[in-house]
């Protein structure tokens, strides 16, 4: 399906556009069907998703909070560039919120907080990655149980907010062998800290946790990118023989 093609929303009453219309303009963004820098004419995207202009402009909105677009004053709307500097810049400040988050977390968590944790790591530990859907679900109530406690919403709503980003992102990619057995390990490693009531300890585990799965997703998007420039090289020269 090219661009001009309208791409139709699921049908059904209780269908929410404007969610919709978000997801799918999320997703053609990380997944590069709507490049970098492109412009993001509103009445062009209504007839694409079969909408109206309103719910396009809601999801620009969004979108643009979370750095997704770029909305310039007379200029418009425009794909900002998903490239691996713009992870880095996500996982430098997760780094700072989340080792905060836990830390508090530690000084309130009790019995039932420490076996809800230890019952979502079973089901994470049980699917053993089978299905990368599911387990960015189970992998991301997890983290939920710690911060969704803090009594500081605006930074679990940033934390969710940047969850959401690197989730999208990371779809694109598998995860490695090395990746997955240090994300049970980091796992088994915070409960522990939690338990042992080891804030400093829990807090180093997640900022381990978080810069790991940060320079997994870099390296893939690196190696998706070389070998997106080498394929044009490739064929040219496959041309020439």
């Known amino acids: 399906m090219d661009k001009t093609s309208p791409i139709p929303p699921p049908s059904g009453d209780t269908f929410d556009q404007p969610g919709w219309v978000y997801e799918r303009i999320r997703d053609e ?4 069907r ?3 820098n492109e412009r993001l004419k509103i009445a062009e995207l209504a007839a694409r998703y079969g909408t109206s202009t309103n719910p396009v402009r809601e999801a620009l909105q969004q979108l643009r909070g979370e750095g997704f677009v770029l909305i310039e004053p007379n200029r418009g709307a425009r794909v900002r560039p998903i490239d691996e500097d ?3 810049d996500i996982i430098e400040i997760e780094v700072l919120i989340e080792p905060a988050l836990t830390r508090w977390f530690v000084s309130i968590a009790g019995d039932a907080d420490i076996a809800a944790l230890e019952e979502v790591q079973a089901e994470i530990e049980e699917l053993n990655f089978r299905d990368p859907i599911r387990h960015a679900a189970l992998d991301t109530h997890f983290h939920q149980l710690i911060y969704d406690r803090h009594y500081n919403r605006h930074a679990a709503v940033l934390w969710w907010t940047h969850r959401e980003i690197l989730r999208a992102i990371s779809r694109r990619f598998p995860t490695s062998l090395s990746r997955r057995v ?12 939690i338990r042992a009531q080891d804030a400093d300890g829990a807090a180093r585990v997640v900022a381990r946790h978080v810069e790991g799965s940060g320079r997994h997703v870099i390296e893939q998007m690196g190696a998706a990118r070389r070998a997106s420039q080498a394929a044009p090289v490739l064929a040219s020269k496959r041309e020439e023989r």
């Open 34 to 36: 709507l490049g970098p």
């Open 182 to 193: 240090a994300v049970i390990r980091e796992h088994r490693e915070l409960i522990e800290c």
């Open 29 to 32: 963004i990380v997944s590069g």
């Open 86 to 88: 713009f992870v880095r």
